[in-house]
């Protein structure tokens, strides 16, 4: 079982950055991948960055490529989300979740927990 609380959103103006943070509860936290999803106002949730169980390995929505990094700290139960050149329409609710999984995955439906999300605004 894992327990995740994102932090770390807010309002930005465009062109700035962001670091979003998700705390995990749970002794394997280091066994899962982890990944971030958003969703903005009447779209459906999607895919914006994954990281395997070690942190080597990550995956990116082409959307967020070269702007947005995925990273973790197994050592603090945490992933992070640095996001740089953000766009307004990089506003959403941004999501934490965690899939048994080795691999980074851009699946929705294999990851079984979720945070509550955290608000991401960006002013144009």
């Known amino acids: 079982q894992v327990q995740l609380v994102e932090s770390g959103g807010g309002l930005v103006q465009a062109g700035g950055s962001l670091r979003l943070s998700c705390a995990a509860t749970?002794?394997?936290?280091?066994?899962?991948?982890m990944a971030w999803f958003r969703q903005a106002p009447g779209k459906e949730r999607e895919f914006v960055a994954a990281?395997?169980?070690?942190?080597?390995?990550?995956y990116y929505a082409d959307s967020v490529k070269g702007r947005f990094t995925i990273s973790r700290d197994n050592t603090k139960n945490s992933v992070y989300l640095q996001m740089n050149s953000l766009k307004p329409e990089d506003a959403a609710v941004y999501y934490c979740?965690?899939?048994?999984?080795?691999?980074?995955?851009?699946?929705?439906?294999?990851?079984?927990?979720w945070g509550q999300g955290t608000q991401v605004t960006v002013s144009s």
């Open positions: 979740a965690a899939a048994k999984f080795l691999s980074p995955i851009a699946t929705i439906t294999q990851y079984a927990y």
């Open positions: 749970g002794r394997t936290f280091s066994t899962y991948s």
């Open positions: 990281i395997n169980w070690i942190g080597s390995s990550t």
